[in-house]
Every structure is written in structure tokens, then in C-alpha cells.
């Protein structure tokens, strides 16, 4: 999929208490999130996430959001 948009991320740990798992999330894409017990598990999973979810637009014909830039 390397030609799909640059979406940012947002990478956070859960607390100890709650189990310290890794969360990646892609703000243009609510609910479009990874999560792993490392960081890598975690980008890995989010990567997989939002192949899915680009997908599942194309298949009913909606374009996916704009990325955001930095500037913006």
C-alpha cells in the first residue's frame, strides 16, 4: 500500500494499572487505532487497521479523509 496518504499518528501508553499496552492512533481517522504489548506490535497493528479501513471505504465508494499537513 505504498500509495496510500500519510496519515499522523499519535503513539500513547495505557497506564501500568491498566495493563501498559502501547495505542497508536491516526486523528484523521477516528477509531482507527493499534494496539500491542510494544511499540512495534502496536504501529504493526495500527498499520493493519487502517489498510482495513481504507479498504472498507473503497469497497462502498467513499473517499478516504484528507491527511492533515503539519502547517495546517
Known amino acids: 500500500m505504498s500509495d496510500s496518504p500519510a496519515y499522523r499518528t499519535e503513539l500513547g501508553r495505557a497506564p501500568a494499572e491498566e495493563g501498559g499496552y502501547f495505542v497508536l492512533s491516526y486523528p484523521e481517522i477516528p477509531g482507527c ?10 504501529v ?3 498499520r493493519r ?4 479501513v481504507l479498504d472498507a471505504l473503497k469497497a462502498v465508494d467513499r473517499s478516504p479523509p484528507d491527511p492533515r499537513r503539519e502547517n495546517a
Not at 487505532?33 to 502496536?42: C, I, K, N, R
Not at 487497521?49 to 482495513?52: K, Q, T, W
Open 33 to 42: 487505532l493499534g494496539v500491542g504489548d510494544t511499540e512495534a506490535e502496536a
Open 49 to 52: 487497521a487502517l489498510i482495513a
Open 44 to 46: 504493526e497493528d495500527g
